[in-house]
């Protein structure tokens, strides 16, 4: 049956799951132990399973990663943890040059069955370093897959496929959602990993999203229904790869796309979507492919953050100015 809860606890529910059906499964990170995460996502791991298996790291994310790729190299499944968005790059030269190309530099005897978990993303008021949302500079790297999930569902699902997947799979977990609740079904039997999702039926335009981004879009599409416009959500879930014929299929229906995401426009991970999708739907388009994002710009302190990250205005305003054409 399922069961109400926070996106945070479906990671959890996921992880002990994990723990519990496979003795190679293993969590690693600062504080994932006997604090339970600063977010409290691995809050009573380390008691159930001990500290053998919910591993409290030191202050090393080079040091995490490092450990994880041995770790998979002797038959584990490491999942870690970079406590927040803005400490991963310590571990970039590991995850990029090592853990993305071990795969491929083994000739296909090696397999790299490690998530890298990452809280990503602004909207909880943070410090710099901390409301970063980096996942282009990894989407760009072949050897990784790049997931985000924007509902307890998804999260509970997606963990489970991520630990389950030979292949290193770095999950951006979007920290302002922890504590959204939806409806999560241990028993059902999910979708692929890097499907995305229609999660409203729509016929003038459609928004695609992730992570934190999808709730963002659901309420532009109440909005812009009060005005008689029906607007389609579509939650990609998946950023590397990405489901381009499920965007080519909405696109092809409503032939407007407006593409959201919380990181900058520039080079980000929406302009590779704009342009596969005019290559594929050129003469479906009525309309450019327009993107909303952060700017091209350091994030902010908190009290300018809001007007930094994508809120139902400006993206309202881009589906105003794609309608207009």
């Known amino acids: 049956m399922a069961e109400k809860m926070a996106l945070a606890k479906a990671i959890n529910e996921s992880l002990r799951r994990a723990l519990d059906a496979d003795p190679k499964v293993v969590v690693m990170g600062e504080d994932v132990g006997k604090l339970g995460g600063v977010f409290r996502v691995t809050d009573g791991l380390q008691k159930d399973f001990g500290e053998s298996r919910v591993i409290d790291t030191p202050l090393a994310e080079s040091g995490i990663v490092g450990t994880a790729i041995g770790l998979a190299l002797r038959g584990y499944r490491p999942v870690v943890e970079i406590q927040f968005d803005g400490f991963v790059f310590p571990a970039y030269d590991q995850i990029v040059t090592q853990l993305a190309k071990m795969h491929a530099r083994a000739l296909g005897k090696v397999k790299m069955p490690v998530v890298v978990r990452i809280p990503y993303g602004g909207g909880i008021g943070a410090v710099e370093h901390h409301s970063e949302s ?11 897959k790049i997931v985000s999930p924007s509902n307890a569902s998804d999260a509970y699902w997606m963990m489970q496929q991520a ?24 028993e059902a039997i999910p979708g692929p990993l890097h499907k995305a999702k ?21 309420e532009v599409a109440d909005a812009a229904a009060e005005e008689g416009r029906n607007l389609e959500v579509l939650d990609l879930r998946s950023v590397s790869p990405i489901d381009f014929d499920a965007v080519q299929a909405s696109v ?31 003469y ?31 993206v309202l305003d881009a589906v105003d100015r794609s309608l207009a054409y």
């Open 134 to 144: 980096p996942e282009a500079l990894f989407a760009h790297v072949a050897g990784l």
């Open 163 to 186: 630990i389950q997947s030979d292949d290193p799979v770095i999950f951006f977990e979007p920290k302002r959602r922890y504590w959204d609740k939806g409806e999560v079904d241990t």
């Open 198 to 218: 229609v999660v409203r039926e729509g016929t003038d335009l459609t928004l695609a999203a992730y992570g934190p981004m999808v709730k963002l879009c659901q």
């Open 252 to 282: 092809e229906k409503t032939r407007r796309l407006v593409v959201v995401h919380e990181a900058p426009v520039f080079f980000g991970s929406g302009a590779e979507i704009a342009a596969r999708i005019t290559e594929r739907c050129f």
């Open 284 to 314: 479906h388009l009525e309309a450019p492919v327009l993107r909303v994002g952060g700017y091209h710009a350091p994030y902010p302190p908190a009290r300018l953050e809001e007007s930094y990250l994508p809120d139902l205005d400006r």
